[in-house]
């Protein structure tokens, strides 16, 4: 039985490749819904729309963020060379394509196959992993430049105070 649906599910695929990438296409977005729908509960909709609907601007970012970061860093050096000692920069490369292709293929399986928003719940975790890189990113930026304004303020009120 198993091997008769198989070969029907892979002939369906084969006859048309077009509708079958249409109705993955179709899928993607009852994988990552968030907004809420008339068929939940009050609250159902609010837990959705706080938790993943709140991140996920957060796992975009720290996703954008790690890509242009991780390109930088293959630009200025091959971390795959062969033989070469891994600095900590390679290691956290490596670790975020590792993730990366972890909650790419995980959801990918699931568009292409059965989408729920439930089978995209496992990868929430590696995706908050981004998005707290990006808030880490940011509050580390927000206290350089606290830094910046406070030195420029002493610099100003010593140059005042000399002047008299």
């Known amino acids: 039985m198993d091997a008769a649906l198989r070969a029907r599910g892979v002939q369906f695929i084969l006859d048309d490749p077009g509708r079958y990438l249409r109705l993955s296409l ?18 159902a909709n609010a837990a959705r729309l706080l938790s993943f ?14 890509l242009r970061r991780s390109l930088d860093h293959v630009g200025r050096r091959r971390f795959w ?35 729920k928003v439930r089978y995209r719940l496992p990868t929430d975790a590696f995706m908050l992993l981004f998005a707290g890189q990006l808030i880490a990113d940011c509050e580390m930026r927000i206290a350089d430049w606290r830094r910046r304004r406070r030195g420029m303020a002493e610099r100003s009120e010593g140059r005042g105070a000399s002047a008299e």
Do not use: C, K
């Not at 290691?91 to 990366?100: C, N, T, V």
């Open 26 to 43: 179709s899928r993607i977005p009852v994988q990552f819904q968030f907004w809420p729908t008339a068929e939940s509960s009050l609250a």
């Open 53 to 66: 609907g709140m991140a996920l601007p957060f796992v975009l970012g720290g996703m954008a963020l790690f």
């Open 81 to 115: 060379r062969r033989g070469a000692p891994w600095s900590d920069a390679d290691r956290r490369a490596a670790e975020g394509w590792l993730l990366l292709g972890i909650i790419v293929v995980y959801n990918l399986l699931h568009i292409l196959t059965w989408a």
